[in-house]
């Protein structure tokens, strides 16, 4: 059985870390659950206000199909993403890192904002199980959302 090639996460585009729109990378370990969906709420409610991409240390081959059942529940549809696996390039380029179980395998750059968010893996879940988590990473998304529009009302560019 052959191991399937990782596609790596997106590389730098117009906004990041030095450009003016902030750029938030979200990092778990496969890449199939967690961060999958946090991207998914803070591309929804954050439209282009900030670049989103999401990683994993190992990912997956595919995304939780529990994961794209509870996030199509409220109108987001993921099922076309694909695990992408972490690079040292996506942390330089991200303005903020949100790990979420990943550990040490995230890379460290002095200057970024690191946070991490400790939450209950779906892996393995069914879709009830699912929707508790779902909730909390939107709770929290919407909290970074509104923690990036008062940095840029503090410091415009």
Same mark, same amino acid.
């Given at each position: ?75 987001? /549809?993921?099922?076309?993403?694909? !695990?992408?696996?972490?690079?040292? &390039? $996506? =942390? %330089?380029?991200?303005?903020?890192? +949100? ?16 946070? /991490?968010?400790?939450?209950?893996? !779906?892996?393995?879940?069914?879709? &009830? $199980? =699912? %929707?508790?988590?779902?909730?909390? +990473? ?20």
């Amino acid at each position: 059985m052959s191991t399937p090639t990782p596609t790596p996460s997106p590389g730098p585009a117009s906004g990041s870390a030095s450009g003016s729109t902030p750029s938030v990378l979200f990092v778990c370990v496969h890449n199939a659950g967690r961060s999958q969906m946090a991207a998914a709420f803070l591309t929804h409610l954050g439209g282009d206000s900030v670049q989103v991409r999401s990683a994993g240390s190992a990912p997956a081959d595919a995304v939780n199909p529990a994961v794209v059942a509870a996030l199509r529940e409220v109108g987001i /549809d993921i099922s076309a993403e694909i !695990p992408k696996v972490l690079t040292t &390039e $996506a =942390v %330089r380029t991200s303005d903020v890192v +949100i790990t979420m179980g990943c550990g040490d395998a995230c890379p460290y750059f002095p200057g970024k904002r690191y946070l /991490d968010w400790q939450l209950d893996d !779906p892996a393995g879940q069914g879709v &009830e $199980a =699912v %929707r508790p988590i779902r909730d909390e +990473i939107e709770r929290r998304v919407r909290g970074l959302l509104a923690e990036l529009a008062e940095l840029a009302v503090e410091t415009p560019s």
